[in-house]
């Protein structure tokens, strides 16, 4: 989410939310099985293939199935994922975590970067550096990196 965020124009951004919102009948933040096939609806599809759409988008887009479509899940969605994997934007990302920049991500610089709000332990971001960190060195390079969100967005 964090890198779509980066690449995407303001203006893209600014077209989205106005979509979204307009989805969004009842402004929870959240987009409903309900929101979703009247949204289809009103761009002229049966109900029957609103359905059939909106069981596609509810199986492939609901990453944390919660029946939902947050905001995150929407834009992500809808971003131009090539572009948003450029080798320009993985710099661009993996430098904004790169805090000290030593050339790698280390989990203080995630936490300090993510951890908005939040009150994970450092085991948690220790966690997340060995899921992606390959070669078991303690931190990412960009390698690693670029490794993992080639993988994560297809």
Do not use: C, P
Not at 20 to 38: C, H, P, Q, V, W
Not at 71 to 80: G, I, K, P, Q, R
Not at 89 to 112: H, M, P, T, W
């Amino acid at each position: 989410m964090y890198l779509a965020t980066q690449v995407m124009s303001e203006k893209d951004k600014a077209n989205l939310l106005k979509i979204f919102m307009t989805l969004d009948t009842n402004g929870d933040g959240k987009l409903s099985r309900e929101e979703l096939i009247n949204g289809f609806k009103s761009f002229g599809e049966s109900e029957e293939k609103a359905i059939i759409k909106v069981n596609e988008i509810l199986e492939n887009l609901d990453t944390d199935k919660n029946g939902f479509i947050g905001y995150s899940e929407f834009l992500m969605a809808l971003m131009n994922r090539k572009q948003m994997i450029s080798k320009k934007n993985l710099i661009q990302a993996f430098n904004a975590f790169d805090k000290n920049k030593d050339g790698y991500i280390v989990a203080s610089e995630i936490r300090d970067l993510l951890d908005i709000g939040q009150d994970y332990s450092e085991e948690t971001w220790a966690e997340i550096v060995s899921e992606i960190d390959k070669n078991k060195d303690g931190k990412i390079s960009f390698e690693e990196f670029e490794s993992m969100m080639r993988k994560f967005i297809r």
